[in-house]
């Protein structure tokens, strides 16, 4: 494949991933899904990891990050298709498949956005506690105009 071509399809993948991430083009997340993820932190966006990633979050629930997330197998498959049909497969695939270190994120919440001593505020707590900041973050908006840092 030529270089040029490889660039294009890049630029174009990486300008879809952050425009999802600022709110634009934002996917309806599967009911199932914002249910059961919900249950314990915000249902991420399936723009926020390339397909190989949610496979492997789908097939290791029982080891969700330390927690055993297991759920029925139907409601497994079914929101394993809905993610492999709607999620894009741009980019590489972040160490541990963890958000937070996906490129873009920390392209988006470097230091030269966000400095240090935020994420170690009581009410921010964590990287992946988008909604801290991201005032809509429960609605699929994570446009960087409607963004309150906690004091």
Known sequence: MRLSTVLTTALIGFSTLTAWADGKGITPLLPKMETECSSCHIAYRPNFLPKSSWQQVMA????????DASLPAADTKEIA???NTVALDVG?????????QAFWFTRKHGTNHVKAN??????????SNCQACHVNADKGDFNEHNIRIPR
């Open 60 to 67: 290791s629930l029982d080891k969700h990050y330390g927690t």
């Open 81 to 83: 298709d809905w993610l």
């Open 92 to 100: 590489e695939a972040p160490p541990n498949n963890r958000i937070t």
């Open 118 to 127: 935020v994420w170690q505020r009581a009410s921010v707590k964590s990287r």
